[in-house]
């Protein structure tokens, strides 16, 4: 079955600083991948979404890289505002076993930007 | 445009009672989602309606757990009875239909369960 790692699980960088995440997944058969932010006590924001015959999304400050062949997503924002600070899911579509349109998740880095 | 809403936000019950939780999808969606993240574990995929029709509902725990959409507008998911496991965040999420490939879900603000 698919099982998507996100490391690490929190992550603290002064303002600024370039934040990088990182998204696994066990099977690489996906149709897609999403990048989603959460605020707390907040529904979930999608960020960007990756069909599997793209290799790279970018959107402002945020761009998102898939290897599909690794098993491997990192989504990459630049220089990080304390507004930044949530929490960031990667979730994938398909997989071998895993038909239909269902999203499995990783558990999420949650981010705090330092002023 | 307005975004997926869910009712109620929050809502505490006693063990062995019924809730029921509405989401509404964003007009034209057909795709509507269920998913919940139970304490400290990852949100996981409860079902998925193609208009009133259900396509996959893998993810239902158990019986206690129904979900419907009439109309293929909105849906309700209702547990009866509670347990204290089913305790968490149930969002819903909705798409559009695609043949070729996959558009985005976006996803409600959820509704906490408390079940006590």
């Known amino acids: 079955k698919q099982e998507v790692t996100q490391i690490p699980a929190a992550l603290s960088v002064p303002e600024g600083e370039n934040l990088v995440l990182n998204c696994s997944f066990t099977d690489s058969a996906i149709y897609n991948l999403q990048w989603f932010r959460q605020d707390p006590g907040k529904g979930l924001t999608s960020l960007l979404l990756?069909?599997?015959?793209?290799r790279e999304q970018t959107s402002g400050r945020l761009n998102a890289s898939l290897d599909k062949s690794s098993g491997r997503s990192t989504l990459y924002i630049a220089a990080s505002q304390p507004g930044d600070s949530a929490t960031y899911l990667c979730?994938?579509?398909?997989?071998?076993?895993?038909?239909?349109?269902?999203?499995?998740f990783g558990g999420g880095t949650r981010v705090l930007v330092k002023p | 445009e307005a975004g997926v809403t869910q009712f109620p936000s929050h809502s505490v019950i006693e063990k062995g009672q019924t809730v029921t939780l509405r989401c509404d999808p964003i007009s034209g969606h057909d795709n509507l989602y269920w998913y919940r993240r139970v304490m400290g574990k990852e949100i996981k995929f409860l079902l998925h309606?193609?208009?009133?029709?259900?396509?996959?509902e893998s993810g239902m725990p158990n019986n206690r757990f129904l979900a419907e959409r009439t109309g293929g507008t909105y849906s309700t998911l209702k547990v009866q009875p509670a347990e204290l496991e089913d305790s968490g965040v149930y969002f819903c999420a909705s798409s559009q239909v695609g043949h070729f490939f996959s558009y985005e879900q976006y996803f409600g603000p959820g509704t906490r369960l408390t079940v006590t």
């Open positions: 979730a994938v579509r398909g997989g071998i076993k895993a038909a239909g349109n269902k999203l499995t």
């Open positions: 309606f193609v208009k009133e029709s259900k396509q996959d």
């Open positions: 990756i069909q599997s015959s793209q």
